[in-house]
C-alpha cells in the first residue's frame, strides 16, 4: 500500500498537474480531448483519497487504542517554507513559558504542510468522489463548448484547491486556499462570461464573500496575536499549535475565552456565513446558479459551500471555548435553514429551488454543529456528506433535464417528463427522497441525528428547543418543496418547451452513468453508516472532536432518537404528501392557498427572497454608489485640479526660465560668475 | 621611487597608445586599425589594473577603492564610448579622434588617483582639453563650430575659477597635497578660515561647470544639441565622473574645515540643478537637448547624495552611504545615457542622425530588425533614468533618497533639512518621469510618420545600446553586487586621524594615521576593485 | 606658517609703477605722426576689433600655437636644467619622456604640414 504521505500529497498535486497540462495544451492541443487528464487525474485522486481513508482508519484506531489521545493525526511536511518572519508582535502569548518570560514578538513562520486524520481524510474521499462523476458528468454536458478545455482547467484548480483547503493544517494556508477555491467559483460562475447575468452573479458571488472573508482575516489575525501561532497542529520545537494535541489534552485553560474568545469564534462565523451562503450573507448562492450545473453541482451544492461547515468543524474546540459561539452559529443555522425553506417554496427556476434547498441544508449542518455536542458535530458533518451525494445527484439531475430542455429550467414550462427522461426520472427521485428525509434514504439519517443532537440539548436550554421546533418545520418545508418540484417537472401532462427541439430525449451514457452511481449512494450510505455506526465513531478520533467529547457538553444520546426519527418521518412524508395533492393539477387551489398566505405577506415574502436583495441594495449598495460618485466628484473637480495645477507648475518654471538660454557666450558667462558670486557672498557672508 | 610609475601604468598605457595613434595617423590612413588599436589600449590598461592595483602608495597617488572604482568605470565607459563613435567623421580625422578619446580617460583615471592638488588639475585638463578637440571634430558644420567654441571659453573660463580655488588653498595651507591640506585646516592655530571658505566655493563653482550643475550649467543645451550623439554621451559621463570623484577628493574630504558650513550650499545646488534641469526638459523637442537638461538635473540628484556626505562628516557611516549612493547613481546613469546615446546614434534621416523627438515617432513599428531593437532599448533606458523598478535607474534613486532620509547630524534641524531635500528630489523624480515617458509615448503609441534610416556603419553603436540594457536589466534584477561595488568605491584614503566604517563586504578599514612631522603615511591598499 | 606675503605686494607695487611710467615717457616723448599700421593694436597680427563674420588665415594661429608650445617648452627646460643633476636619475629621465612628446607632437604637425605655408 502507499504510504499516508505520499497519498497526503498526490491527492491535490494530481488535479494541480492536470490543471497546469490543460491550462497549457488544453486550447490548442488537447481541445475536444481536453477532459481526459482531469477525468484521469481526479479519478487517481479519488483513488488516493480512498486508500489514505483506509489508512488513516487503521492508523486512527491503533493510536487511539494505544495512546488514549485526544485524536489521530499526521503532518506531512512539503518542504517549503512559505513565510518567515523572525520578529512578528503578538498581543499575548499562549505558549508555554511565555508569560513569565515577558516577550511580545515571536517568529512567523509558514510552512506548507498537510495534515492527515480522518475529517480531513473524510472530507477528501467526498471532494475526490463528488468531482470525480461531476467531471465524467460534463464530459457529456459541456461537449462541444467553446470553453472546453478552460472550464476543466476550472475544474482541476477547484479540485486541487479544494483538497488542500482540507488538507493543509495552518489557518492562514485556510485562509489561502478558503479565497483559491472562492476565485475558482468566481470563474466558474462566470463561465459564461458573455451573459450578462453570469458576469454579474460572478461578481456578486465575489463581492459577498468579500465581506465573510473580511471577517475571516480578521479572525486569523486575532488567532495570531492570541496564539502566537497559526498552527493546527504542535510545532516539532516544542510549540503549542491552536488544535494540537498537546493543547487539546490540556484543556479549557489553554484556550481563550472571554471576549476575545467569542470575538475570534464569530469572526470566522462570519468567513463561514459568507463561504456557506448563510444569512445574512446568502444572497450570492442562488444567483451562482447561472454558472454550468455540473459547477452548481460540484462547488455550490457538494463541496466548496460546506468549507465553512468544515471551519467551524476544525474549530470546535475554540467555540467551545467562545463564549455563546455555539449558540450563534446554531442561531444562524436554524434561521437560514427555516428561511430558505420557505422561499423554495415559491420558486418556479429549478436550479434555484436547488440552491435554496443547498442553503437551508447547510443552515441544518451548522444547527448540527451549533448543537455543540460530539453527536452534534459528527452529525453535522455527516450530513454533509450524504447532502454531497444527494444534492450532486439532484443538480446534475436538474441538468439533464435542462439539457432535454435545451436550456430552459423554468419549471412551469415543462412537465410529465418522466417517459421522456426514465433515468433521469428515477435519479431525481432518489434524490428528491434523501433529500426529504425519508427512510431508508441517506439524508433520513444524517438528518435525524442533526434533529437529535439538538433535541438532546433542548432539554435544559429553551433556545434549542425552539431551534428543533424550527428544524422540524423545516423538514416538513423541505419535503414539501423538494416534492412540489418533482411532480411538476415529472408528472402531469407531458409538456416542453420549443427550445428543446428534437433534443428531449435522455441524456448521453457519459451523464447518467454519475446520476445512477450518485442515486446508489444516495440510497445506501446513510443506512450502511448508520447501521454500522463507522462514520461517527471514525470522525471523533479527529483531535478536535476528540477534545468536544472529552469537554463538551455531555450529550449521552446516540445517533438517533426514536421520537425524533419518527416525528420526522411523519413530517416529510405529511410534506410528500401535501405537494402530491397540489401537484401538478390543483392549480386553482395553489392559488387560493397563496392568496390566503399573503394575507399574513408570506407568500410575497418567499416569493420575494425575504427581500434581502433590495434590502442590501437599499442599506449598503446605494449609500456605497452615492459615496463613490461623492468621491469621483470630489477627485474629479477638487483633487486633479489641484493636481493639474501642481503638474503645470514645473512646465511654468520652465517657460520662465528659457530666457536664460539665449545662445550667447558672453551671458553664459555671465551667468557662471554671477552664481559664483552668489555662492561666495552666501559662504562668507 | 618607481612605485607612482607603476600605479600609473594604465594611464600611461593610454597616453602611449594616443600618442602613438595621432603620430601614426598622420603617416597611414586607414579607419578601423585606430579603433582597434584603441581597444587594444583599453583592454592592456585594464589587464595593468588588474595586475599592478596591489600596493598603495603615499605621496600625491593613492589608489583606494574610489580610484579604483573610477579608474574601472572610467575604462569601461571609454571602451563603449569608443565603439559608439566607431563612426566618427569619415573625413579622415578618425586617428585624432580616437586618440583624444583616450586621453580623456587617461585624464579621468589620473583624476581618480590623484591626492594632489597640481596632479588633480593635470588630470582635469588632460579631460577638457582632448574634449575641445573631439567637440570639433564630431561634425563639421556650423551648429558644431560653434558646440565647440561655446564649450572651449566656457571650460577655461570655469578651469580659471578651479585654478584660483586651488591657488587658495595652497595660499592658506602652503601644501598642495590635500591630506595635508585637510590636516593643516583642522589643525587649532588654523584661525580664520575664510580663505578656505572662498577656495571651496570657487572649486565647486569650478567642478560644478564639469558636472553641469546650476549655475554652471549654461553650455550643457546648446553644446549638447550642436554636437554628435557620441560627443554627448562623452560630455554627459566622462566630465561628470572626473568632476565628482575631485569634488569628493576636495570638497568633501580634504577641506574638514569649511566644510560644516559648504553643505547648504550643496543643498541649495541640489536642488537648483534638480528644479532646472527637470523644468526646462518638459519644454525640449531636440533629443539632445532635451537630454542635456536630463543630464542636468542627474547632476542635481547625484549633489544630494554628495551634500549627504558633507553634512554627516566623512568618516560617518551616513556619509559612507551617501558615497556609495552617489557612486551606484553614476553608474546607473552613465549606463542608461550612453545606452541612450548609442541608440540614438544608430538613426539617421538622410545625412543626419536623428535630431527631435517627433522623429521616433512609432519607431518600434516602422519594420526592420534593427529598428524596433533600438526602440526597445530606447524605451528601457528612459524607464531606467526615470527610475522605475526593477531596472537598475531605480535602485540609483533609491540610495540616493535613502541616504537623505538617513541624515542626523549633530547639528540642529539638519534631519528637516535633508528630508525635505528628499521630498523635493522624489517631486523632481516624478516630473522628469513626464518627458521621458513622452518620449516611450511617441515611440510606442503613435504611427509612424516617416522611416529613419538605420545609419551605416554603426554595428559598434547597436552592441553598446544592446550591451547597455543588458546591464541596466541586470542591476536592477541584481543590484546586490552593484552595491557592494559602490560601497567599496566610498572608502577614501584620508589619513584622517580616525576610522572608516566598516564596510559590509568585509573590507579593511583605512586607518592610517599621519605621521609625525607632517609625512604622509602609506595608505592600506584593497586589492583589486571590482 | 603663513609665509610673509609682503615681496608679493612690493612687486605689484613696482609692476604697476613701471606700466604707469612706461606709458607715460610714451605719451611725453612720442612724435605724434600716426599711421594706419601705427594705430593697429598689434603690428603683427590681426586687428582684434572688427566685424566677427571677417575672414582670416588659420594657418597663422596653427604656427603661433606651435611656436607658444616650443616656447613654453623653455619654460619648463629652464628649472628642470637647474637641478637634474642634483636629483636621482628619474629626473632626467623625465624630462627627457617630455622631450620625446614634444618631438612626437613636432613631428605630427610636421606630417599634417602645419608649416608649410602654400
Redesign the interface.
Known sequence: MFEIRTLAILIPALPLAAALVTAVLGKRVLRGASHWPSVAAIGLAWLASMALLIQVHRRASETAQQKGLAGYEQIIPVGWTWAAVDRAYLQSDLQPGAQQAGFRFRSFRIAIELRADPLTAVMLATVTFVSFLVAVYSVGYMHSDPGYWRFFTYINLFVFSMTMLVSVSNFLLLYVFWEAVGLCSYLLIGFWFRKPEAAAAGKKAFLVNRVGDFGFALGVFLLWITYGTLNFHDGADGTLGILGLGRLAGGPGLFVSGATGTAICLLLMLGACGKSAQLPLHVWLPDAMEGPTPVSALIHAATMVTAGVYMVARCSPLFVAGAGALEVVAVIGGLTALMAAIIAITQTDLKRILAYSTISQLGYMFLGLGAGTRVGITAGMFHLFTHAFFKALLFLGAGSVMHAMGGVIDIRRFGGLRRRLPVTHWTFLFGCLALAGLIPFAGFFSKDEILAAVHARAETHLLYEILYLAGIFTALLTAFYTFRAYFVTFHGAERIPEEAGEHAHESPRWMTVPLVILAIGSLVLGALFWWTEGFAHFLAKTPSLGYVTRYGWAATEGGSHLAVAVTSTLVAVAGIGLAWFLYPNRRQLVEQLARAADRVALYRLSAGKFFFDPLYLALVVRPLEGLARFSYAFDRYVIDTLVDGIGRMPVRLGASLRWSQGGMIKVYALGMVLGLLVLLGAMLW | MSAPVVVLAPEIILVVVAATIYVAGAFARSRDVWVWLALGGFLSAAVAMVMLSVGAVGGPISVDGMAIYVRWLALGLGALLLLTSSRPSGQGSTPEYVGSLLLTVAGVMLAAASRELVLLFMGLELVSIPTYILLYLGRRDAASQEAATKYFFLSILASAMLLYGFSFLYGATGSTHLAVIGQRLASPEAGSLWLARAAMVLVLAGLGFKIAAVPFHFYAPDVYQGTTHANAALLSVVPKLAGFVALVRVVDVALEGARDDAWPIVLILAVATMTVGNAMALWQQNLRRLLAYSSIAHAGYMLIALAVSMATGFGTTTAWEGMAALWLYLLVYAVATVGTFAALSCLGRGAESVQSVEELTGLPWTGGRVRPVLAWTIGLFMFSLAGIPPLAGFWGKLAVFASALSVEGPVEGIRGWFIVLAVVGVLNAAVAAAYYLRIIGVMFFRRPLGVPRVREGTGGALAVAIFSAVLAVAIGLGPGIWFRDARRAAIIEAEAPRPLPMAAGGVQTADAGLRPGGEVGQGVGFGSGL | ???SVLPVFLLMAFVAGLAVVLILVGYVFNPGRPTPVKRMPYESGMDPLHDTRRRFDVRYYLVAIAFLVFDVEILFLYPWAVVFRSG?A?VFGGGMVFLA?LA?GF??DW??GIFHWR
Open positions: 606658517m603663513q609665509v636621482p628619474w612628446l612626437l613631428i605630427y606630417k599634417k
